[in-house]
């Protein structure tokens, strides 16, 4: 069955950290990037950050820039995004996806946000004291 499966989410104070998971089942990351996107109720879906299919090139949102750090080990079939310094803004639903790649000049794949056709289930960040 292919399928993404997010984990990691909780509750944090302001200033915390937590790791989410993204583990793939059913195909290989060496062939796809991924992107983690979150959702308040309510409101548009944010894309928050992607990683290329060959752990290379990555992209953060302005609002995560510093404090997230995506990661992607192809062995593990597994995408990690690393928050740190939460605040109460990055309360959401995160969600982990495929998305698409591009090439640039030099012919480098990096990742980009369309084409998401595989989307996991959700898993909630809350930050609050």
């Known amino acids: 069955q292919v399928q993404l499966v997010e984990s990691g989410g909780g509750l944090v104070p302001p200033g915390g950290s937590l790791t989410l998971s993204c583990k793939a089942s059913?195909?290989?990351?060496?062939?796809?990037?991924i992107a983690w996107f979150r959702q308040v109720a309510g409101k548009e879906r944010e894309a928050v950050s992607c990683?290329?299919?060959?752990?290379?090139?990555?992209n953060y949102a302005d609002s995560v820039k510093g404090r997230f750090a995506i990661s992607k080990d192809n062995a593990e079939n597994t995408v990690y995004l690393r928050m740190n310094s939460l605040k109460s803004e990055d309360t959401a639903t995160y969600y982990c996806?495929?998305?698409?790649?591009?090439?640039?000049?030099?012919?480098?794949?990096?990742?980009?946000?369309?084409?998401?056709?595989?989307w996991g289930q959700g898993t909630q960040v809350t930050v609050s004291s």
């Open positions: 996806a495929t998305t698409g790649e591009r090439r640039d000049a030099s012919g480098r794949y990096y990742c980009d946000y369309y084409d998401m056709n595989i």
């Open positions: 059913g195909f290989s990351l060496d062939y796809y990037a």
């Open positions: 990683i290329s299919s060959s752990e290379g090139p990555t």
